[in-house]
Structure formats: C-alpha cells, structure tokens
C-alpha cells in the first residue's frame, strides 16, 4: 500500500493514471456517454461539398469522412484499441513469464532450448512478424490480439528468465527443495512471488506496447476491421482527409500517444518504487 | 577471444537457420493452399493438382523444406504469383533507397540522441533533465504513423519547407529520416544518460573533477569513451525496431524501398513478398547485431580480457 501511495506521489505517475482510470471508465460505460451511435451516419454529418464537419457545434469533436461522430467513434474505438491491448498483453505477459521461469529454473537442455527459441524470436523484426500472421490469418478481435501476443511474450520471457536464474540459485529454494517441495510447489510458491514486481512492471509497460502495435496494425489496414471503430482504424480510414481535415487524425493519434504514454510513465514510476536500485537511473 | 567470436558466428548461423525454418512454415504451410492461389478460381482440380507437383507441393515436408534451403542459399527467395516477378529482384531493387534512409536516420538519432542523453546526465535532477526525460517517453510512445503524418502536415502542407513525399533529392530524405531519427533518439537519450551518470559516479571521474578539469573535458576524453559501450550493442537491437519502422514510413512518405513493397504487398495480401521482406530483416537484425558484439571487443578491451 505504501509502494501504492509513493507512485502517486510523482505528479507524471498521477496525471498518468487519472487519464488511464478515465478512458478505461469512458470505454466501459460507452454507450452512457457517448452522445451518438457510432456508426451511424448522418445526414447533416457531411457539408454540402461532402466534406467533413469541424469540431465545435452540434458535433464536439466534428464528423468523420461518412458523417459520423468522431467523439461517439473514439469512445467506442477507445473500447476495441483497450480490450486488444489488454488480451494481448495478458497472453503475453503468461507466455513469457511461464516460458522465462520454467527456463530459468530447469536450466539444463530444456531450459537453453527454450531460450534459444526466443533468441530465435528476437531475430524476426516484432511490425512485420505481426503483419506476416495478419495477412494469413484473416483477422478478427482476437487474432489481432493473439498475433500481438505472439510477437510480444519474448521480451517479458528474457527479463523473467535472468532474474529466475538467479532467484533459483538463493538458499532458501535449495532449502526447500531439500524438505522435499515438488518441482511446481518451488515455482509456484517460492520462486514466482519473487517475479511478480518485475512481471507488473512489464505487464503496465506491455500494454504501452501493445496498444501501438494494434494502432499501427489496424493504421495499415489489417488490424481491426471497420465499421468496428479502433483508435488505429479511425487514422486509417480518414487518412486521405488529413490536409483538409486535420482533426480526424490527429484527435485520435494525440489520443494513442498520451494512453501509450501513460502506461509507459506509470511502468516506468512502478519499476523505481519497486526495484530502488534503478531509481533515477534508467 | 577467437573462441568468443567463432562461437558468436555459429550462434548467429544456428539462429538464421532456425529463422528460415519459421519462414518456411509461415509461407508454405500455413496459408491456404498456394496452389489455388496459382491456379485462380476458376481452375479444373487437375490443373491444380499439376501446379501442386510442379512447385514440388506433393512432396513430404522435409523435402520440400530442403528444396526452400537450396533455393534460398542461392539468393532465390520465392516467386510473387500476383506481381509475376521474383521477390528477390523485387527486394534488391529497393535495397539502395532503404539503406539510404536507415543511416541517415541512424546518424540523426544517434546524434539528437546522445547529444540530449549526455545533456540530460550533466543536469541530473533539474529542469532541463525532466523536460528531456519527459521528451524522451513522449518519443518511444509515439507509433511512427501519427509522428510521419504529424510531421509531414506541419512541414510538408503547412510551413512547405520540404517536398510532401517522394523521392530524388536529398530535400525528400529529410522528413522521413527526421522522423526515425527522432522517434528513435528517444531511446538513445536514455540510455545514454544511464550510462552517462554510471561511469561519472567512477573513482577517476572523481580524481579528474579534483584536479579542476572542466565538465565538459571530463565528458570528451574520459566519460565518453566509456559511456559509449552500452550504445554499440544497441545500434545491433536498434535495426529490428528501424525494419519495422520502415515499413510505416516509407509508406507515407512515398519512399521506394523495401519498406513500401511490404506495405503494397500487405495491401494484396502478397505474402512471398512479406515473407522475403521478413527474411531479408531478420538477417539484418542477426548481422546487425553480430557485427555489434563482434566490434564490442575493441571498443571495450574489458571483453578481450574475459
């Protein structure tokens, strides 16, 4: 509680957690909040040129290139962009903790052989692996999401893996192992709990990640798939608007840049509370 | 030292191996099948089943795995059924515009990078070291996308100063590698700073400050050799990310390199020509980062020694 109470004492952790408790808030309640339905069009949702609405009257955040309303759009997309991002990072977050520890305790073959596979995955450049998975499987919320996770465990498994070698080495599992506690009674029980700061670290840092991956994916078309709006997809489909239309893009990229920055900040905060050796350093 | 380096090379050979392995799955085994793709829609079974024997597809996975690995070590990376053209020439056509822009963009990032991580380690603690922290969070939260397209608006449409995209002239480098370098120097600043503010804390930076040399002095001959070490094996990860990045750059910014031919190819769903371009990168990223840990003991004599 008092780690709790230290984070929220740094103004960038704070600020950073109000913006995340509310988007997080505004996507749960969305259809409370949001003042149209997202997907419809309307009529006088386009100028008499056809052409986009600016914010500010009838539509706060102005309309999009079909005439729909931007805000409605991105408290619903702020519902897709969180949900990918939070399954995504789950999966990988259990990967590459499973992976890295069972490594890190075995040791031996299965142990290198598991590391060397993600030396392997290390190799692959993580936007075009995404991208590659994408184009075979033909996505859908959760494929992008799993793909994500795919490319993403590999990080958390080598961080995990370093500190379970050495966790492994200390008396006190030696001791226990001596006593008698199975192999997963040791992992379980006495090895994971010494992971968990490091792997909340990186699960809050993970997210950062993880949301830009689907915004990128979905910017390049084959991310989450319109009419269902995502922060990614509302950049990608009004893209060709940005010169007279600003708005449509950089509303909802100012949007991916401060949630990514916020879990980014809020990581960061955890990782020097919790491990004071790096405080200040990194 | 030779042991170090024979074995970083086997490694490094092992790792390409097994990279070739995955793509190979990934192209030949998991799409729908190649040879319906070939033949159209409206093909006869039998003409399928005759592109099937003829790209050996009938033959048992480790054959034709030995078949991809022959082929590949000749330089053949596959064949784009939709572009009707060898990815591999498809590839090399596009190399030159690529590695223009990535060391452009690396001399940039290296140079706001360190300058500012150097900047930030000196003022440690006040103003100037916050608002540079800050700065560099706000770059590695950035996705390429919005900062190319944030950047090309402000000054391609609205101040005019470059060309909106293209290529040619060396004015139609500058945004695109401006854009890499500064979404990349965020990183750099930071662990240029870490890195600053370990070796300034050393007993020799202490004697130095107590003989009244100037920071600065202190900085350029005796931190920054030092400060540098952690930098070099960076370079090495830095160009996996640098592929990635290329790939949304280049494609908003027009830029002809290999890049753009994966985003067209994502957009037909091309997969030998992603597959190539995903081959091409990770033997970039296994080299970029050999060659790191290979110049890493000369730059770092404490490596020699172990």
Not at chain 1, 14 to 41: D, G, H, V
């Amino acid at each position: 509680m008092t780690t709790f109470r230290r984070i929220l004492r740094r103004k960038s952790a704070l600020l950073s957690l109000i913006f995340i408790t509310i988007i997080t808030t505004a996507a749960i309640i969305a259809p409370l909040i949001s003042p149209f339905s997202p997907n419809e069009q309307f009529k006088d949702g386009l100028s008499l040129q056809g052409a986009p609405i600016a914010p500010g009257g009838n539509y706060l955040f102005g309309t999009d290139l079909l005439g729909r309303d931007l805000l409605s759009r991105l408290i619903y997309g702020a519902r897709t962009s969180l949900t990918v991002g939070i399954i995504a990072n789950g999966v990988a977050v259990i990967v590459g903790t499973t992976v890295g520890i069972i490594a890190g305790y075995s040791k031996g073959r299965v142990g290198a052989l598991m590391m060397r596979f993600t030396d392997l995955m290390m190799a692959f450049p993580a936007l075009l692996l995404a991208i590659t998975l994408a184009a075979i499987f033909s996505p859908s919320l959760l494929i992008v999401a799993l793909v994500i996770a795919m490319v993403n465990w590999v990080q958390i498994a080598r961080v995990v893996y370093s500190q379970a070698v050495s966790i492994s080495e200390r008396e006190f599992v030696t001791a226990t192992r001596g006593l008698g506690a199975t192999n997963s009674r040791v992992l379980t029980r006495h090895i994971l709990p010494h992971l968990l700061p490091t792997v909340l670290v990186y699960a809050t840092l993970g997210i950062a990640t993880t949301v830009l991956l689907e915004a990128t994916l979905s910017f390049l078309g084959i991310g989450v798939r319109p009419p269902t709006p995502s922060w990614g997809n509302i950049i990608f489909e009004n893209q060709t608007y940005f010169i007279t239309a600003p708005w449509l893009v950089f509303i909802p990229g100012t949007l991916i840049i401060l949630l990514a920055l916020s879990f980014n900040l809020l990581g960061d905060a955890l990782r020097d509370e919790l491990d004071p050796t790096q405080r200040g350093l990194s | 030292m030779i042991g170090y380096l024979s074995r970083r090379i086997a490694q490094s050979l092992l790792i390409l191996l097994g990279v070739s392995f995955i793509t190979f799955l990934l192209l030949y085994i998991l799409p729908a099948d190649p040879a319906v793709q070939i033949a159209g829609r409206s093909a006869t079974p039998e003409t399928v089943a005759n592109i099937r024997s003829q790209l050996g597809l009938d033959q048992p996975l480790f054959i034709q795995y030995f078949h991809y690995m022959t082929n590949l070590l000749q330089g053949d990376l596959g064949r784009s059924y939709l572009q009707k053209s060898e990815v591999s020439s498809l590839i090399l056509s596009r190399l030159g515009p690529t590695l223009t822009l990535m060391l452009t963009a690396i001399a940039i990032e290296l140079l706001i990078g360190l300058t500012l991580g150097i900047l930030a380690a000196m003022n440690r603690g006040k103003v100037v070291d916050k608002v540079l922290m800050v700065l560099s969070f706000i770059s590695v939260s950035a996705p390429q996308f919005i900062a190319s397209i944030l950047i090309l608006y402000i000054f391609a449409v609205k101040l005019g100063w470059f060309p909106i995209g293209g290529y040619g002239t060396p004015a139609h480098l500058v945004l695109p590698a401006l854009t890499l370098g500064l979404l990349g120097s965020g990183w750099y600043s930071r662990v240029m700073r870490s890195s600053m503010l370990d070796v300034l804390r050393q007993d020799y930076i202490r004697t130095a400050r107590a003989k009244g040399a100037p920071m600065l002095r202190i900085i350029r001959v005796h931190a920054f050799k030092n400060a540098i070490i952690p930098i070099i094996a960076m370079i090495g990860l830095d160009i996996g990310i640098f592929m990635s990045g290329i790939v949304v750059v280049e494609s908003v910014f027009g830029w002809p390199g290999i890049g753009q031919l994966a985003w067209q190819a994502i957009q037909r769903v091309d997969i030998p020509i992603i597959m190539g371009v995903t081959l091409v990168s990770a033997i970039a990223i296994v080299l970029g980062n050999l060659i790191a840990d290979l110049i890493a003991p000369f730059v770092d004599p404490r490596i020699r020694v172990n």
